[in-house]
C-alpha cells in the first residue's frame, strides 16, 4: 500500500489560482470515487475539504474544486488568500486496506 | 455537533504497547453506518492512516502496521480504541481519532495526541 504522490510545494500569490495533483493507481484513485481532500494548519488536526472526489462539505469555501481523471485527482484553489496557506493532503479509497493517504503539498501564498 | 477526544499515555518505552482511547461526545458509536478511524502523523511528516473499526467490531487495518495493530469498541462507553504493540521510535507521532462524513472523508477530528516512544 504506496502514499499517493503529491508535489512536495505549490505557490501563488493572492487571487490566482493553484491546482495539487494527487497521482495513484488502478487500485485506489482510478478504481474508486473516493478521493478526498485536507487542509491542514500547523498545530492543527486536518480539515476535510472535498470527498468523494469533488464534493465541499457544508461550509467550506466554493474556492475550493476538486477532479479525477484516470489515475490523478487535482485540488484546484481559487482566488488564493493568505488564510490558504497550509498543507494539503489527499487520499484515497483503496479496497481492502480502505484508505492510502498522500505526502502532503505545502502550499504558500507569496 | 460530533466531538472526538483521544486519551493514553503520552510516553511509552521501546518494545511495550502503545494504548489509547477515543472517546466519542455528541453521538452514539453505535447509531450510524460509519467505520471510525485511527491516523497518525509523525513530527513534520504527513498523514498515515493506521485502520478503522465498525461499531459491530469489524477492523480494517493499514496492512504495513497489520502485525502489530489491534483496534477495539466499547458501545457502552461510547469509544474505541488503538493497541499498538512492539513500537519503535518510528511510531512516535500525534495520534487522531476520527470519523469520515460517508464512506470515506474524515470530517471528525479529535485535537490529536503525541505519543513519544522512548526509554
Known amino acids: 500500500q504506496s502514499a499517493l504522490t503529491q508535489p512536495a510545494s505549490v505557490s501563488g500569490s493572492p487571487g490566482q489560482s493553484i491546482t495539487i495533483s494527487c497521482t495513484g493507481t488502478?487500485?485506489?484513485?482510478?478504481?474508486?470515487?473516493?478521493v478526498s481532500w485536507y487542509q491542514q494548519h500547523p498545530g492543527k488536526a486536518p480539515k476535510l475539504m472535498i470527498y468523494d472526489v469533488s464534493t465541499r462539505p457544508s461550509g467550506v469555501s466554493n474556492r475550493f474544486s476538486g477532479s479525477k481523471s484516470g489515475n490523478t485527482a487535482s485540488l484546484t484553489i481559487s482566488g488564493l488568500q493568505a488564510e490558504d496557506e497550509a498543507d494539503y493532503y489527499c487520499?484515497?479509497?483503496?479496497?481492502?486496506?480502505?484508505?492510502?493517504f498522500g505526502g502532503g503539498t505545502r502550499l504558500t501564498v507569496v | 455537533q460530533l466531538q472526538l477526544q483521544e486519551s493514553g499515555p503520552g510516553l511509552v518505552k521501546p518494545s511495550e504497547t502503545l494504548s489509547l482511547t477515543c472517546t466519542v461526545y455528541g453521538g452514539s458509536i453505535s447509531s450510524s453506518a460509519y467505520y471510525w478511524g485511527w491516523i497518525r502523523q509523525p513530527p513534520g511528516k504527513g498523514l498515515e492512516w493506521i485502520g478503522s473499526?465498525?461499531?459491530?467490531?469489524?477492523?480494517h487495518y493499514n496492512t504495513s502496521l497489520k502485525s502489530r495493530v489491534m483496534m477495539s469498541v466499547d458501545t457502552s462507553r461510547n469509544q474505541f480504541s488503538l493497541k499498538l504493540n512492539s513500537v519503535t521510535a518510528a511510531d512516535t507521532a500525534v495520534y487522531y481519532c476520527a470519523r469520515p462524513i460517508t464512506t470515506s472523508g474524515y470530517q471528525y477530528w479529535g485535537q490529536g495526541t503525541l505519543v513519544t516512544v522512548s526509554s
Open positions: 487520499s484515497s479509497y483503496g479496497g481492502s486496506t480502505l484508505e492510502v
Open positions: 473499526i465498525y461499531y459491530s467490531g469489524t477492523t
Open positions: 488502478s487500485s485506489d484513485v482510478g478504481g474508486y470515487n473516493y
